[in-house]
């Protein structure tokens, strides 16, 4: 794929999505932008973040019982789902990289990478049910 030029208005959306850290969806990064930049539309907002995405700048989570949400952490790593609240945070633990070579062997898939996702309950949520 060819290298995407970064305008500014790209910087602008991925500089918001690293700020918000809580993996927003377009809506909630295009309303974070236009607070500071009401010109820049929801549209340019939606396009730029599946391009940076595409370009490896960013991170598409695609969930299937919710909106597609961004990272603006680009390198890999793993999240955690709170069937609580919601939130969603990233999960800082070593990359399970031998995990490809084993889908590989055993069904003969080329892997590039994987994603992992884990659900549970969030600090808050658990002590609140306590």
Known sequence: MAAQRNTVQR???LDTLKMLRTHPTV???YSEVHKT???ISKTTVYRNLRQ???SGGARRLSLSDSLERYDGTAKQHYHFKCDGCGSISDVEIEILSGLN???QQKYGLQVDAHDIMFWGLCLKCASARD
Do not use: G, S
């Open 101 to 103: 070579c084993v889908v």
């Open 52 to 54: 940076l995405a595409e």
């Open 27 to 29: 809506d909630e990064v």
């Open 11 to 13: 910087q602008i959306i």
């Open 37 to 39: 930049h009401p010109t």
